[in-house]
Nanobody
Framework: QVQLVESGGGLVQPGGSLRLSCAAS????????IGWFRQAPGKEREGVSC????????YYADSVKGRFTISRDNAKNTVYLQMNSLKPEDTAVYYC?????????????????????????WGQGTQVTVSP
């Protein structure tokens, strides 16, 4: 059935790198707008990086610009988030999401909160902990 499954999280020291993967099954991910979100302890979920299938535009939160890169492998039906120069404030559960809703006209629109909370498909999340 329809699923998004994140993997690749773990414990890393500040300045380190991780690559998160989000594997889709039950649907073809390349026809969907896709994105990564995160939720830190005691904080609201926020949009990290999103790509709109409408115009192909990509959005990055200001806090991760220049450090994170979103990409996809259509053959593997998988989306990735390469995270470099990690900081303690990046510690969070990271979720991938996908949707085809018409209002997702740009990557920025998809990542906008709180509307993004109601995106159609969500993974279960993967924990990223950045600590010395």
């Amino acid at each position: 059935q329809v699923q998004l499954v994140e993997s690749g999280g773990g414990l890393v020291q500040p300045g380190g790198s991780l690559r998160l993967s989000c594997a889709a099954s039950g649907f073809t991910l390349d026809y969907y707008s896709i994105g990564w979100f995160r939720q830190a302890p005691g904080k609201e979920r926020e949009g990290v990086s999103c790509i709109s299938s409408k115009d192909g535009s990509t959005y990055y939160a200001d806090s991760v610009k220049g450090r994170f890169t979103i990409s996809r492998d259509n053959a593997k039906n998988t989306v990735y988030l390469q995270m470099n120069s990690l900081k303690p404030e990046d510690t969070a559960v990271y979720y991938c999401a996908a949707d085809q809703r018409s209002w997702i006209t740009t990557g920025q629109a998809m990542c906008n909160m709180p509307r993004a909370l109601r995106l159609g498909y969500w993974g279960q999340g993967t924990q990223v902990t950045v600590s010395p």
